[in-house]
């Protein structure tokens, strides 16, 4: 016997399209029109006939049917009207299928017996908690983030998945770990880190984010870290490492203008014609000179210009 084997159906995913609707002002006049002229026809035929006999033919179609009628056409009317708010738009749904969506503020009628669902398509701010992760280089670190983001597909929004809201949150808070990990808190050699390439960084985050929202019907704006700093048990250790890495670098760079210093000097000197050094006395001058610029505290070298 073939063993039977489960294979997941793929979910079909939803997008917007506009909904039916007609201008509300419209179908708010014409729906009181008809109730009142309805109303106005039972009350010529009380007046015509008197209650009790008006009361007891409410049955005969023939006398009150296009009253009847016209009322119900205007309850009808009457009940499909909304108001969307500006920036916001309202889901459509009819015995569990999606109709369309209405956007954009104003006065509306649409289909009476639809579910009206209302969503929210203004910019919104995402701020995370601040979130202790390790770095690319393993250090532990603290992190957190500002995310602007908007709806621009309410069907996906609404039918894609369970809550949009909670959704953005919980991916949001899941991209800031995954960036956190690719880079460095700090990189002395000049590549790209946390700390020294924010725009850079906001960047990866923001397509990281598209990438993960996009399912949602969300479209982010904007996304940078709000908060960053090395976590409290290793932050005085981490802080000692960036001065010692620091005081290194400027030696090096002291170092460096130093050597090329002497360097001209004693070009300089020979091209001239100034003093003639022997190997040995060069050595002991530069040797001088060295002292001279690196030290941190003030020397007086004795330097011998001597050819013997």
Known sequence: MRAATNKSTPMKRMNEWRAFHLPGFFAFLLGW?????????VWQRVRRFGFDSVFNSLTDLQTFGVPIFAFIVGWILLSGLFINQPNEARVLTFFGRYMGTVSGGGFHWTNP???????????RNFHSQTMKVNDSQGNPIE??????????????????????????????ETA????????PYDAPDGGASLLHNPDEVGEALKDELHKRLEVAGVDVQEARISHLAYAPEVAQAMLRRQQAQAVIAARQKIVEGAVGMVKMALEQ?????????NEERK????????????????????ISTSSV
């Open 283 to 302: 050595a002991s001058m530069v040797n001088n000179l060295l002292v001279a610029l690196v030290s941190e505290t003030e020397v007086q070298p004795m």
């Open 143 to 172: 992190i957190g983030a500002v995310i602007v983001w908007r709806v621009i597909d309410t069907a996906r929004a609404m039918f894609d998945v369970e809550n949009y809201e909670k959704f953005v949150d919980i991916q949001a």
């Open 33 to 41: 029109a008809l109730i009142l002229w309805s109303g106005w026809q």
């Open 269 to 277: 000197l020979s091209s001239e014609g100034i003093v003639t050094l």
């Open 176 to 183: 800031i770990r995954a960036l956190a990990s690719h880079y």
């Open 113 to 123: 017996w639809a579910t009206k669902r209302p969503i929210s398509l203004r910019i």
